[in-house]
């Protein structure tokens, strides 16, 4: 018999963890997520997301056998910013079976309409901050770094249960070889022009980590505030997010722009991680999956262009193009090939046509849904 469990146990916290590695055991394109990682972002204590916002975990069987998995989350954050009474689901995956989706979602809806919450929006693995959407387009391909992943069936299950589209989120991918270099011949004068604007570029400072940081931080919330969905970092969530990208960080792909001593912009970009993880058996670095990741780190090939910031009254002056310039630049002469610029909001046309200008190509396609409940 088909049935909805919440997850109460760490028994049970690991099973929800541990489900897709076996729904996906046969997908080559499959990444898994480090297990220690999503054992903290779903521990009320050990993610800062915590502090202010809740979520319930919940399990589908069939008798005794797991087939599937959903979060329902309540950020009051989110409501707190953007005035809207939203609650999300995330971290969903499950069997190609109608009714399993159904009883998933129905749960979900139930107890984010309990919070209050007027309508339900999906898939968001705890906020915009953090993974989310479900990939409709380019599944021949493994995702880049914190980029999901899910089957093709799962778009037509919650289009069924009643979930319309919101919105699309796009990954371009761009080549080093196919790249248009014009942006890095024209870095010396457009920096030129910068610097008489008292606009300097530079790499981040990781013996000053700390303050970069905070600057950092500023520029993002103020950066993104205006974007569909966006929910300002906390001090503690910006901290434990930098904290974790520190260890796989490389200051040739994270570039500041700063003018008298205040960040105005910035650019961030990460190895391919998944490159190792895709190689780490069900996301446990113990006993062999630590070596893989601390060994395989020099030989990661791509990289993923993450964000892109520049504060209001500093757009179009140029910055975005030295930044994106110094990216492509800075791999010249290393082990990196390519990489991808993701996610871009489909109506953010001003960046989405400054990526098809170097000649990014779109590959991917991530939708988030919405329901009125």
């Avoid at 489900?19 to 999503?38: G, M, S, T």
């Avoid at 990208?245 to 700063?258: G, T």
């Avoid at 993923?304 to 520049?310: F, K, P, Y």
């Avoid at 994106?324 to 791999?331: C, L, S």
Wanted: hydrophobic share 40%.
């Amino acid at each position: 018999m088909k049935h909805i469990s919440p997850v109460n146990s760490p028994k049970e916290l690991k099973s929800f963890i541990d489900f897709p590695h076996d729904l996906y055991q046969h997908d080559k394109n499959y990444v898994p997520e480090l297990f220690i990682a999503q054992q903290d972002m779903l521990t009320p204590g050990k993610h800062p997301f915590h502090e202010h916002s809740e979520l319930k975990l919940f399990l589908a069987y069939d008798g005794d056998k797991i087939t599937g998995r959903i979060a329902a989350i309540y950020n009051r954050n989110h409501i707190a910013f953007n005035g809207k009474n939203d609650g999300f689901f995330g971290f969903f995956d499950c069997i190609n079976d109608q009714e399993t989706v159904d009883l998933l979602m129905k749960e979900a809806v139930a107890w984010v309409k309990e919070k209050g919450g007027e309508r339900i929006i999906g898939p968001i693995n705890l906020s915009t901050n953090d993974t989310c959407g479900l990939l409709v387009e380019g599944f021949d391909r493994p995702p880049m770094a914190m980029m999901t992943y899910n089957a093709p069936y799962y778009k037509d299950l919650l289009e069924k249960n009643g979930l319309v589209k919101q919105t699309d989120l796009l990954a371009y991918e761009i080549n080093v070889d196919s790249a248009n270099d014009k942006s890095v011949r024209l870095i010396e004068a457009l920096e030129g022009r910068l610097k008489r604007s008292g606009i300097v570029i530079r790499k981040v400072n990781l013996k000053d980590f700390k303050n970069e940081v905070i600057k950092i931080r500023a520029v993002y919330n103020s950066a993104w505030d205006k974007n569909l969905g966006f929910v300002p970092f906390t001090d503690n969530e910006f901290d434990y997010l930098a904290k974790d990208l520190k260890m796989i960080l490389d200051p040739n792909f994270c570039l500041v722009a700063e003018k008298d001593g205040q960040l105005v912009a910035f650019i961030l970009g990460v190895p391919d991680i998944n490159q190792i993880l895709i190689k780490i058996k069900r996301g446990r670095l113990l006993p062999t999956g630590i070596f893989k990741l601390l060994f395989g780190k020099k030989n990661i090939t791509r990289i993923r262009v993450l964000t892109l910031g520049v504060i209001e009254g500093y757009r179009k002056m140029g910055i975005e193009a030295v930044l994106y310039g110094h990216i492509i630049k800075n791999t010249y002469g290393t082990k990196i090939t390519g990489g991808e610029c993701s996610w871009m909001l489909e109506e953010n046309y001003l960046m989405n046509h400054a990526i098809e200008q170097i000649n990014g190509k779109l590959y991917k396609r991530y939708r988030l849904y919405e329901k009125a409940i």
